[in-house]
């Protein structure tokens, strides 16, 4: 059974930055696209991005390119969301997701989901 573990949420100021992790295990994730959804209250759950664990290839919303990048850790099986230049409209709770085989920004395809992590951002 696949468990995701998120880490590193928190009250920032805009401007500021927060590190985001995702401890994986239960399953070998070669061939898995692993990556971050959030969800504000009163909105639907979006992508922010995720990464082809095979090939290192990341995806962006066009929201958080050039301030979010994300990253893997294979001999930790972690994957990470590195967040610069935080504005209050990040604020949300962000999920860790995890699919096998190709990309997709659709999280309803995403089979492993993490509890969750609050992410604030003051103004």
């Known amino acids: 059974q696949v468990q995701l573990v998120e880490s590193g949420g928190g009250l920032v100021q805009a401007g500021g930055s927060l590190r985001l992790s995702c401890a994986a295990s239960g399953r070998t994730f070669s061939r898995y696209v692993m990556g971050w959804f959030r969800q504000a209250p009163g909105k639907e759950r979006e992508f922010v991005a995720v990464?082809?664990?095979?090939?290192?290839?990341?995806y962006y919303a066009e929201s958080v390119k050039g301030r979010f990048t994300i990253s893997r850790d294979g001999a930790k099986n972690t994957v990470y969301l590195q967040m610069n230049s935080l504005k209050p409209e990040d604020t949300a709770v962000y999920y860790c997701?995890?699919?096998?085989?190709?990309?997709?920004?659709?999280?309803?395809?995403?089979?492993?989901w993490g509890q969750g992590t609050q992410v604030t951002v003051s103004s």
């Open positions: 990464v082809v664990w095979s090939t290192g290839t990341a």
């Open positions: 997701a995890a699919k096998r085989s190709y990309y997709s920004d659709n999280h309803e395809t995403y089979e492993y």
